[in-house]
């Protein structure tokens, strides 16, 4: 009964969001990487997509994959604490088949935004790339989980940004820490300047332009 409710309780929720995709998907087969803690918003906009989902074997875990379901995603189990080279072989086996994956590869217990290096092995392996995905969240409810968890609040704006892929040359382990480091520097940069901005339709001045490295401007009307 818990899951059920939970379960449709966020899809009902999810309808609400005014959600905006920013950049262009690739085409399969191909990884989908993105935060735990911003998981809701991106699991929600590539359910168009029909991908595999990763889930980890634990009791939330079901809950996600439940959802997963409910919106169409195949379901692959496990993590890197529990289940794992099971998890690795499923992942690996739905992009030998062409798919499109998701994951969170920080999930499912952290270090929050450090990623593991399963998603860039298995890229690797099967001779594609990982796409970064940040989330720019309006109005939201943050957890006081490890992972600071998100849930953008009923009828809030939320963007997804696709972020250009990453190829993985190769799984020997300096080429996969490469890759790691590659994706957290890249999306904790964005992270800090999604943080700055409103999520409004016109982007004011960043006022930690510094620290994140960008220079914001706003955005002509009609845009």
Same mark, same amino acid.
């Given at each position: 009964?818990?899951?059920?409710?939970?379960?449709? $309780?966020?899809?009902?929720?999810?309808?609400?969001?005014?959600?905006?995709?920013?950049?262009?998907?690739?085409?399969?087969?191909?990884?989908?990487?993105?935060?735990?803690?911003?998981?809701?918003?991106?699991?929600?906009?590539?359910?168009?997509?029909?991908?595999?989902?990763?889930?980890?074997?634990?009791?939330?875990?079901?809950?996600?994959?439940?959802?997963?379901?409910?919106?169409?995603?195949?379901?692959?189990?496990?993590?890197?604490?529990?289940?794992?080279?099971?998890?690795?072989?499923?992942?690996?086996?739905?992009?030998?088949?062409?798919?499109?994956?998701?994951?969170?590869?920080? $999930?499912?217990?952290?270090?929050?935004?450090?990623?593991?290096?399963?998603?860039?092995?298995?890229?690797?392996?099967?001779?594609?790339?990982? /796409?970064? =995905?940040?989330?720019?969240?309006?109005?939201?409810?943050?957890?006081?989980?490890?992972?600071?968890?998100?849930?953008?609040?009923?009828?809030?704006?939320?963007?997804?940004?696709?972020?250009?892929?990453?190829?993985?040359?190769?799984?020997?382990?300096?080429?996969?820490?490469?890759?790691?480091?590659?994706?957290?520097?890249? =999306?904790?940069?964005?992270?800090?300047?999604?943080?700055? =901005?409103?999520?409004?339709?016109?982007?004011?001045?960043?006022?930690?332009?510094?620290?994140?490295?960008?220079?914001?401007?706003? /955005?002509?009307?009609?845009?």
């Amino acid at each position: 009964m818990k899951r059920w409710l939970v379960v449709n $309780g966020l899809r009902l929720l999810a309808a609400t969001w005014r959600v905006r995709l920013h950049g262009v998907l690739p085409a399969p087969p191909t990884v989908m990487a993105f935060w735990h803690g911003a998981m809701l918003p991106v699991w929600y906009v590539l359910r168009r997509q029909r991908p595999v989902g990763l889930c980890s074997a634990s009791h939330d875990g079901d809950m996600l994959a439940a959802l997963l379901e409910a919106w169409g995603y195949s379901v692959v189990r496990g993590s890197s604490s529990r289940g794992g080279s099971q998890a690795l072989d499923g992942v690996i086996d739905a992009l030998g088949n062409g798919r499109m994956v998701a994951m969170t590869p920080d $999930g499912p217990r952290g270090p929050a935004h450090c990623a593991k290096a399963g998603a860039f092995v298995a890229a690797a392996r099967c001779h594609c790339s990982v /796409t970064p =995905l940040s989330v720019h969240f309006g109005a939201a409810i943050t957890l006081r989980s490890w992972d600071a968890f998100r849930i953008p609040l009923p009828f809030s704006r939320v963007t997804v940004v696709v972020h250009p892929a990453m190829a993985v040359v190769s799984d020997e382990r300096a080429n996969v820490d490469a890759a790691v480091a590659a994706f957290n520097s890249l =999306l904790s940069k964005r992270d800090l300047h999604h943080d700055c =901005l409103a999520c409004s339709p016109t982007v004011r001045i960043c006022h930690r332009s510094a620290q994140c490295g960008y220079r914001c401007r706003p /955005t002509p009307r009609g845009a």
